[in-house]
Each structure stands twice: as structure tokens, then as C-alpha cells.
T-cell receptor, first 114, second 112 residues
Framework: AQSVTQLGSHVSVSEGALVLLRCNYS??????LFWYVQYPNQGLQLLLK??????LVKGINGFEAEFKKSETSFHLTKPSAHMSDAAEYFC????????????FGSGTRLSIRP | DTEVTQTPKHLVMGMTNKKSLKCEQH?????MYWYKQKAKKPPELMFV???????INESVPSRFSPECPNSSLLNLHLHALQPEDSALYLC???????????FGPGTRLLVL
């Protein structure tokens, strides 16, 4: 079965440090890939997406992600963490079937230490 | 404009009540979705409407009844819910199948 795996349910970094959130997908056919962010008591906001073309994707709030087919990965990075980045981050994939479904990873909670 | 709106923001209901959640988008999207999200979990798909027709029902109990009156509106009618149905209910829309889904802010539901 197709799946999206996020390594680390909780990641804590210091303010100003590099943020790295890991995501791996299972598929023989590269799907469409997304990162969403969810702040407390809010809906999901799209950070960035990969469909085709350039494998390094830039998103909002200084985040970027690189699609690596050989590693079936789509890790999310930000060079310098800010306190406002504290949130839940979900990696997701679609395109596994003709159905209108996306598969979410289990989520990673990002905490920022002052 | 990538806004999906949901009302109400919060809802408290008893197990014998009937209530409805409303979702609206004006992006011309042809697919609309209902998700249920429990604390510290990813969203779980409940229903998908494509071109105003129900295309996916993820074996949701009949106490949840979706409705798509037109291409911009999506309702979720609630009746005889259980306390375990308490959750954040999210609506989303997309241009088509497999396209980027845009989420609303959600309705926080508490069933007493």
C-alpha cells in the first residue's frame, strides 16, 4: 500500500538553527508531493508542492524541499528557524490513483527553543 | 484568492441534536472534501464531491450526511452524534482530482 512516512513525531531546534523535517514516500511512480503546516487551532496551510520539473521547490516563509527520486524522499528545510515556525507539519502525497485522495504522513511537531 | 471558509468556528451539541457545518469556496474548484481530524493526528478523509456529485464516502457512519447544493457550497449535516465524534472538521477544495487541496480553518466540534 502506498504510504507517506515522517521520521520524528517531534523535532526541537534552537531559534536561528537549521530546520530539517524528513518525509519519505513509497511508490514506484513519483506522486505529487506536498508539505502543509498547521498552527494550533487552525486549518492546514500549503507550504509548498512538487508536481514535475525542478526538484528543489521553494515555498512560503523561507521553507524549501527537495524531491529525490532515488531516495523516495521529500525533506523540508529552512536555514534559520524562527519562533513563529512552531507548528505541526504534514507531508502528503497524491497521484497514486485516479481518485481524489491525498495520503498524509503522521505529522511532525516542530518546537523552537529561544 | 485561495480561501475556503467554514462556519461555525466552534460548535457544542448534545447527542440528540441536529446541526450542520458549512463550507464555501469561490475559487471555481470542482472538487470539495470533508475531513475529520483528532488531536495530534493527520486529517482523515470522510467524503469527496466531484462536480457536485458524491464520489467518495470513506465508510462514514450515516449520522454524518454530506450535501453539495452547488459548486461553491458544501454542507455536513450532523445527527445523533457520539462523544467520540468530537474533533476538528476540515473542509478542503481543489481544482480537480489529485490537484492541490486548499483547506478551510475548520470547525471545532464538541459532542456532549
Amino acid at each position: 500500500a502506498q504510504s507517506v512516512t515522517q521520521l520524528g513525531s517531534h523535532v526541537s531546534v534552537s531559534e536561528g538553527a537549521l530546520v530539517l523535517l524528513r518525509c519519505n514516500y513509497s511508490s514506484s511512480v513519483p506522486p505529487y508531493l506536498f508539505w502543509y503546516v498547521q498552527y494550533p487551532n487552525q486549518g492546514l496551510q500549503l507550504l509548498l508542492k512538487y508536481t514535475t520539473g525542478a526538484t528543489l521547490v521553494k515555498g512560503i516563509n523561507g521553507f524549501e524541499a527537495e524531491f529525490k527520486k532515488s531516495e523516495t524522499s521529500f525533506h523540508l528545510t529552512k536555514p534559520s528557524a524562527h519562533m513563529s515556525d512552531a507548528a505541526e507539519y504534514f507531508c502528503a502525497a497524491s497521484g497514486y490513483s485516479s481518485a481524489s485522495k491525498i495520503i498524509f504522513g503522521s505529522g511532525t511537531r516542530l518546537s523552537i527553543r529561544p | 484568492d485561495t480561501e475556503v471558509t467554514q462556519t461555525p468556528k466552534h460548535l457544542v451539541m448534545g447527542m440528540t441534536n441536529k446541526k450542520s457545518l458549512k463550507c464555501e469556496q469561490h475559487m471555481g474548484h470542482r472538487a470539495m472534501y470533508w475531513y475529520k481530524q483528532k488531536a495530534k493526528k493527520p486529517p482523515e478523509l470522510m467524503f469527496v464531491y466531484s462536480y457536485e456529485k458524491l464520489s467518495i464516502n470513506e465508510s462514514v457512519p450515516s449520522r454524518f450526511s454530506p450535501e453539495c447544493p452547488n459548486s461553491s457550497l458544501l454542507n455536513l449535516h450532523l445527527h445523533a452524534l457520539q462523544p467520540e465524534d468530537s474533533a476538528l472538521y476540515l473542509c478542503a477544495s481543489s481544482q480537480g482530482a489529485q490537484e492541490t487541496q486548499y483547506f478551510g480553518p475548520g470547525t471545532r466540534l464538541l459532542v456532549l
